[in-house]
């Protein structure tokens, strides 16, 4: 029996690690916290970029939280969790991850703390939890302002809060009222009555040259290509776009079919059919009433001749994903083959897709389709100028965000003081709400209360100011609005990191939608407590390779 022995103290039957207790939960906050660390400097108006390379040396240069998390191979398992988080953050708001990231990484930091003192970890997630949902309940009750109330400029002023932040904060202005502008032009009244902006129905495209504030809003959906032949017209009205992902080229046997032929007059017959194959798909489809034509695929000479003949636009090696979202705007269907049950091929007229006018437009050096009255829904394009790849690159993902943040701030008509206002409010209101509680929650929610704090001095830390200072000072106008009714004005406040001031940051336009804040919390909360819970770590090690 001596081959069954009892493993000695404890050791694991498996080729393995494993760590548990303290040990694992000091190592899951470490890499946490060496996360947050390097997104922390990016925060804020006056934040810092952060320059990326990658293993084949291309550059990136953002101080977008999720973009830096994205680029990062994080190898730590807790660690990823927080590169998640901001992913999920940037989906659901697109504004608002670099907080969440500092947020749920403090967080965790104070919860380990608590346990190293003693304090069930049980006892921590409940009090967050509960923290979590009062702060929530006092955001909307107390913080959120209606949009109605504030003013027309209060959705710009949400998008240049957002856009202060970015590579080219100067230039916010003409950037916000793009994105405002773009927004409201592709509303559309969802089934349930309510207004709904599609951040998709908004093309943004790239090109060299010029500088950035020669970017212009398109109305239409604009795709970067010219017509495949010079004899095409350049503008058709009454639109029926056919959306194909089939092959316009001549048709050529498949790859091992063989045929013998004797008389050299059939394989005159053999070619003169290949050609006809693909001008019979044509004309089936200039038949069913398209006057538009767009391919993934390739159109050859022959079948362009057709085309011409026919008076249509067409255009080849038109991405899918843009046919997919033409198809979406215009009603009509992305066809693989126009082979029916039967095996003949017809084309249906009620794949087309319907607009007012296709129409080939000459922007700066190239030219554009430019799709405009699509039947379904509105759509327009942004087309943005820079001076190179890493300029475009950053103005892209930077406009996205102001994209998300107005269609958040236009469906949820509801707005919160940004600069810190909210953190510093939430604070001092949860440590009021901590001496309420007579159980060990109190000081899980009183630890969530201090960690909240860490976003007005990160704030003023980047902006080279003095935090100590300007966050008591912060701290003392909130808790004046909340013990004297006559004071609650004050509950506005936040910081203005470029002078270093304590401001009212509603009169100052510095504005964020109701819902990021609301989902910074609930995420953040969310992946501490996920953190927290692991008490355990069983490393598996790698199967070694056999010679």
């Not at 899951?28 to 922390?40: C, D, F, L, P």
């Not at 469906?411 to 510093?424: I, Q």
């Not at 004046?480 to 609650?488: E, I, L, N, V």
């Amino acid at each position: 029996m001596s081959g069954f022995q009892k493993p000695h103290n404890g050791a694991l039957l498996i080729d393995g690690t494993r760590q548990s207790g303290q040990d694992v939960r000091q190592q899951n906050v470490t890499a946490v916290v060496s996360i947050a660390n390097i997104v922390k400097t990016s925060l804020g108006p006056v934040g810092l970029d952060k320059m990326l390379v990658d293993e084949i040396g291309d550059v990136t240069i953002t101080n977008d939280g999720a973009t830096i998390l994205k680029q990062l191979e994080v190898e730590h398992p807790a660690a990823r969790v927080l590169v998640e988080l901001s992913e999920l953050q940037d989906q659901e708001v697109g504004d608002g991850t670099t907080s969440v990231v500092i947020i749920a990484a403090e967080l965790l930091k104070r919860a380990n703390e608590l346990v190293r003192e003693g304090i069930h970890p049980t006892t921590i997630m409940s009090g967050y939890r509960l923290a979590m949902r009062e702060a929530v309940k006092y955001i909307k009750d107390s913080l959120a302002h209606k949009t109605a109330a504030l003013g027309p400029d209060t959705i710009l002023n949400c998008a240049k809060t957002t856009l202060n932040s970015k590579i080219f904060g100067k230039d916010s202005d003409f950037f916000a009222k793009m994105a405002v502008e773009a927004m409201h032009s592709v509303k559309v009244i969802g089934e349930d009555g309510k207004p709904k902006y599609p951040v998709k129905s908004v093309g943004i495209m790239t090109q060299h040259g010029g500088s950035a504030l020669d970017s212009k809003l398109m109305h239409g959906y604009t795709i970067m290509m010219s017509r495949s032949a010079q004899g095409m017209p350049t503008t058709v009205s009454n639109a029926k776009i056919a959306l194909l992902d089939i092959d316009l080229r001549k048709s050529k046997m498949h790859m091992g079919v063989q045929v013998l032929v004797s008389d050299p007059a059939k394989l005159a017959e053999i070619r003169q059919k290949e050609l006809d194959i693909t001008a019979d798909r044509i004309k089936l489809i200039i038949a069913g009433g398209a006057n538009v034509v767009l391919t993934t695929k390739g159109i050859d000479d022959m079948a362009l001749k057709n085309i011409v003949e026919a008076g249509c636009i067409a255009c080849r090696r038109v991405k899918r994903e843009d046919l997919r979202r033409i198809a979406k705007l215009t009603g009509g269907t992305l066809l693989t083959t126009l082979a029916n049950m039967d095996g003949d091929e017809v084309f249906d007229a009620s794949s087309l897709g319907l607009a007012e006018s296709v129409s080939e437009e000459r922007v700066s050096d190239d030219d554009f389709i430019v799709i405009k009255g699509a039947k379904q829904s509105k759509a327009c394009s942004v087309l943005l100028r820079g001076a190179n790849d890493h300029m475009l690159g950053e103005l892209e993902r930077s406009l996205h965000d102001a994209l998300c943040v107005v269609k958040r701030v236009l469906e949820s008509n509801s707005v919160v003081p940004g600069g810190g206002a909210v953190e510093a409010a939430l604070s001092i209101y949860l440590e009021n709400f901590a001496l309420t509680l007579g159980t060990r929650e109190q000081l899980a929610v009183a630890a969530f209360a201090d960690a909240l704090l860490v976003i007005p001095k990160q704030l003023a830390i980047n902006g080279a100011c003095d935090a100590t200072d300007l966050v008591a000072k912060l701290r003392s106008k909130h808790h004046s609005a909340q013990t004297d009714p006559s004071k609650a004005h004050l509950a506005r406040m936040g910081l203005d990191v470029y002078e270093g001031l304590v401001v009212d940051n509603v009169a100052c336009g510095v504005l964020e939608p109701t819902i990021s804040k609301l989902k910074i919390l609930q995420f953040a909360t969310e992946a501490a407590v996920t953190i927290l819970r692991i008490d355990d770590m069983i490393s598996i090690n790698p199967p070694q390779q056999q010679r």
